[in-house]
C-alpha cells in the first residue's frame, strides 16, 4: 500500500522563477494538504483541497496556488520565488470524514532552495 | 491567535533515560490533539488524543491530553538511539468540517549511547 508520495525530492531554483511541486495521496484518501516547513520550524499550513476546490488556506500570499485533479493528486505552484520560500514542502493527505477523525499521512517532502 | 507550543525545543539524554516532552496549544474548534515523529524527512504518526485523562499507549511511548488546562505531554521511557528525532504537536481544528493542522516547532530529542 503506497503512501503519500511526493516529487521531486530536492529542487533549486532562482529568485523570480517559478516552481511546481506534486503530490499523490495515499490510497484511499481524497483531501490533500500543503504544508511549509523553513529549517527548525514546525510546518505551517498553506491550503488544503478537496473535490478539486481549494477549502481552506493559511496565511501565505496568492503566489502560492494549487490544484487537485480527478485522482486526488494534487500540485502546488509557487511563482516569483523568494529567498524566504526555501523550505521542506510537504503533502499530506487523509479521508474526508464528518464523523470520525482521521490523521493525515505525511509525504517525504520536496526540499526547495532558492539561490 | 491559534498556537501550540511545546517545550522543551532541544533535549539530550542518555539511552535508558526517560523523558516527557511538553505541549500547550491555543486552537479554536479543538478537534483532536496529534504526536508525530520526524526523522529528516516525514512527519510519521504516533497518536491522536480527542479525550482528556485517556492515555494512549505503543511500546515505550505514551500520552495524555488534558483538555482543561489545554497541554499534553509525551513520555518516552528507556529511551533508544533509534528515538532520536524531532517530535511534533499538532492540533486539529475544525472549524468547517475539513480540519487544518497546527504545529509547535517540535521537540528536538538527541538520545546518546
Known amino acids: 500500500d503506497a503512501g503519500v508520495t511526493q516529487s521531486p525530492t530536492h529542487l533549486i531554483k532562482t529568485r523570480g522563477q517559478q516552481v511546481t511541486l506534486r503530490c499523490s495521496p495515499k490510497?484511499?484518501?481524497?483531501?490533500v494538504s500543503w504544508y511549509q516547513q523553513a529549517l527548525g520550524q514546525g510546518p505551517q499550513f498553506i491550503f488544503q483541497?478537496?473535490?478539486?476546490?481549494?477549502?481552506q488556506r493559511g496565511n501565505f500570499p496568492d503566489r502560492f496556488s494549487g490544484h487537485q485533479f480527478p485522482n486526488y493528486s494534487s500540485e502546488l505552484n509557487v511563482n516569483a520565488l523568494l529567498l524566504g520560500d526555501s523550505a521542506l514542502y510537504l503533502c499530506?493527505?487523509?479521508?474526508?470524514?464528518?464523523?470520525?477523525?482521521?490523521?493525515?499521512?505525511f509525504g517525504d517532502g520536496t526540499r526547495l532552495s532558492i539561490l | 491567535e491559534d498556537k501550540v507550543v511545546q517545550s522543551p525545543l532541544s533535549l539530550v539524554v542518555h539511552e535508558g533515560d526517560t523523558v516527557t516532552l511538553n505541549c500547550s496549544y491555543e486552537v479554536t474548534n479543538f478537534r483532536s490533539l496529534l504526536w508525530y515523529k520526524q526523522e529528516k524527512k516525514a512527519p510519521t504518526f504516533l497518536f491522536m488524543l480527542t479525550s482528556s485523562g485517556i492515555e494512549k499507549k505503543s511500546g515505550r511511548l505514551s500520552s495524555i491530553l488534558d483538555k482543561k488546562e489545554l497541554f499534553s505531554i509525551l513520555n518516552i521511557t528507556a529511551t533508544q538511539t533509534g528515538d532520536s528525532a524531532v517530535y511534533l504537536c499538532a492540533v486539529d481544528s475544525r472549524g468547517s468540517t475539513l480540519g487544518r493542522l497546527y504545529f509547535g516547532r517540535g521537540t528536538q530529542l538527541t538520545v546518546w549511547p
Open positions: 490510497s484511499g484518501h481524497d483531501t
Open positions: 483541497y478537496y473535490e478539486e476546490e481549494e477549502r
Open positions: 499530506a493527505s487523509s479521508a474526508y470524514d464528518t464523523y470520525s477523525n482521521q490523521p493525515q499521512h
